[in-house]
Each structure stands twice: as C-alpha cells, then as structure tokens.
C-alpha cells in the first residue's frame, strides 16, 4: 500500500511520534525508511500485512506497509518508491526526509491480513507491491509453513531486497521484464498447478490486479487476498445526494464533484481519515440508515452487503439520503 493523500487527521493517542533511524537504497527509485520510538519504548505491535500512516512535515498523509519482521518490535521499515507520476508524497520522502527527523505515524491497521492455518501460501507481488510480503513470509517461516512468491519487475535493480529473494530462489521467483521478452507471468498457470487448500495473495499494478480476481473469480472468497493501492474504478454515478449526521445534527449535500468526507470536514465536524482513496481504512464510519455505494477496496463483501458501515472518502450513496453517525 502507497501514496494515500490527506491534508488532515485525527490527532492524539492514535499517533506515535518516531524519529528516522536510517535511510537506504533498496533498489532502482525504492528507499527503505527505518523508524524507531522517539521515547525508545517498544513500537505498536503489528501483523504481516499491517500498514502505517506517515504525517509528512508538508501536511500530506501517505500509508505504507510495515516491511520487517513482525516480531521485531524495535524498529518499522517502511519501503517507498518514488513516483514521478504521483501526487508529491513520495517525492516530497525522497527529497526532504533524512535520519534523525522526528515524524507522526498512526498505529498499524490491517486490511491485508495473512491467513496462519493455510496449508500453502502463493503470494504474487508486482513492483513496490512486494512490501506486505516480507513480513508475511517472515510469519511463514517462523511457523513453519509452505509458501511460494512470485514477484514481478521492469528489471533486476527494480526489485526490493532482491539479495533475499536469491537466496531462497527455490521459494521466491523474480520475474525481470527486460529479460522476459514477449513473455509475462501466467497467473492463471500458476493457480492451475497449486495444491488444494492454497490461499492466494495479490499486491501490485491494476492489471495484475484485475487478472489475478478474474482467474479466482470461482475459487472460495476465504482462500483469495487482494490489496489495491486505490480504489477500483467505479460503474456508478456520481449523483448528489444528502447526507444527515446523527450526533451533530448536521444535514449536508454531496454535491456530483465532492465526497462525503469533504463535505463532512468543510462543516467542521471532525472525522478520522487518511489516505482518502478507500484504502486505509481510517474514514470508517457507522451507517445508520440509507443505502451505500462501497467503492472503497478495504471493506469484505461481507461488510459491505450488511450495508452498516462505509468509507466516506471514496463511497458514496445508492439512496437519495444517508444517516451517518457523526
């Protein structure tokens, strides 16, 4: 997960204030920031998969996974490529953030949680996708259970902790572009030939993305893990619609351009969020009545059929009114 962008959030206990410890290169374009407790106490426990929201001096919020062993409570490694054709944060990273700075950071949430009592795990990461990865594969090792990692890059130097991945290369497959030709990775050959029971991960480019669903498209939900770095594309209309706040009694309009969440913050009403593209999770909030339009990636199927909660930075409304609890 990367490059959610917010100009504000919720401020207090849910932030840990962390120094930069180090800064390396990781390969072509990718640093790996580490991130220490300022007060030298112990990090918030996290889970592979979890990710951190980093408030950046400049006032933008970015969410990245947690891409160190779980167990290591000391330090969070955060690896962040920059995207020349992003919005500024991972710029901004690159340019300005050096050791010793002093940084808020949210606590770990999850949305990409791995799956302990699996039989076998296949894990296919594209580019700066492989971050959740490394802490999933470090869980697996250290339970002793079977796993494949297929990983895809524009080239060799594009491709994070590659000295690792070479040297469990019986485990971990790096496929380079540049040395693949006409070829690519067939995801549907790889699913054909895993044992019943697989449980199967996907982080990386939408394309991958999109073929990665449509090959599992008829394997049980349970056993199929995928995490976006934004939300999908959305079928529907952005129609307006009103939006009534139950505890503060507010009735607002969501205008076609705006989003909850805008609209939401511009009438003064605090609200947690961070990444504003339906990734992170933080903008969760309670619906009372109406109907939701989901287009956010980080709620299950499940939750977004029991319509009782929604994102409010990306989703929007089915019926012409909702009633939010806020």
């Known amino acids: 997960m990367s490059d959610g962008v917010s100009k504000n959030s919720v401020s207090g206990p849910e932030r840990v204030e962390v120094y930069i410890f180090s800064v390396i290169d990781a390969a072509k374009d990718i640093r790996?920031?580490?991130?220490?407790?300022?007060?030298q106490e112990p990090l918030p426990a996290f889970d592979a998969g979890a990710h951190i929201d980093l408030h950046l001096p400049n006032g933008l919020i970015r969410s990245y996974s947690i891409c160190n062993c779980p167990a290591d409570r000391g330090v969070y490694l955060i690896a962040i490529q920059k995207d020349q054709a992003g919005r500024g944060g991972s710029r901004f990273i690159h340019e300005h953030l050096q050791p010793g700075q002093t940084l808020h950071i949210?606590?770990?949430?999850?949305?990409f949680p791995l799956d302990e009592s699996a039989p076998h795990t296949i894990m296919i990461a594209g580019g700066i996708g492989i971050t959740?990865?490394?802490?999933m594969i470090y869980r697996l090792q250290a339970l002793n259970r079977s796993w494949q990692l297929y990983y895809c890059v524009r080239s060799r130097d594009c491709a994070a902790f590659i000295d690792e991945w070479q040297a469990v290369a019986e485990y971990a497959h790096v496929y380079a572009a540049d040395e693949m030709g006409d070829e690519r990775l067939k995801i549907s050959s790889i699913v054909a030939h895993a044992p019943a029971g697989t449980h199967f991960y996907c982080c990386g480019p939408q394309r991958m993305l999109?073929?990665?669903?449509q090959v599992l498209s008829a394997s049980p939900r349970e056993y199929v893990h995928v995490e976006y770095f934004s939300a999908k594309e959305s079928e529907g209309a952005n129609d307006a619609f009103e939006v009534e706040l139950a505890r503060t009694g507010k009735s607002l309009h969501v205008a076609p351009d705006q989003s909850i969440l805008?609209?939401?913050l511009d009438?003064?009403?605090?609200?947690?969020?961070?990444?504003?593209?339906g990734v992170c999770g933080a903008c969760e909030t309670p619906v009372l009545s109406g109907i939701p339009d989901h287009r956010d990636t980080a709620l299950t199927s499940e939750e977004k059929s029991a319509g009782n909660k929604m994102l409010i930075c990306?989703?929007?409304a089915k019926s012409a009114r909702l009633v939010l609890d806020l």
């Open 267 to 277: 009438a003064g009403v605090e609200v947690s969020h961070a990444c504003s593209e």
């Open 106 to 111: 949210g606590k770990p949430r999850n949305h």
């Open 314 to 316: 990306c989703s929007r």
């Open 32 to 39: 790996l920031y580490a991130l220490k407790a300022l007060n």
């Open 132 to 135: 959740p990865f490394r802490p």
């Open 210 to 213: 999109t073929e990665f669903e």
């Open 262 to 264: 805008e609209v939401v």
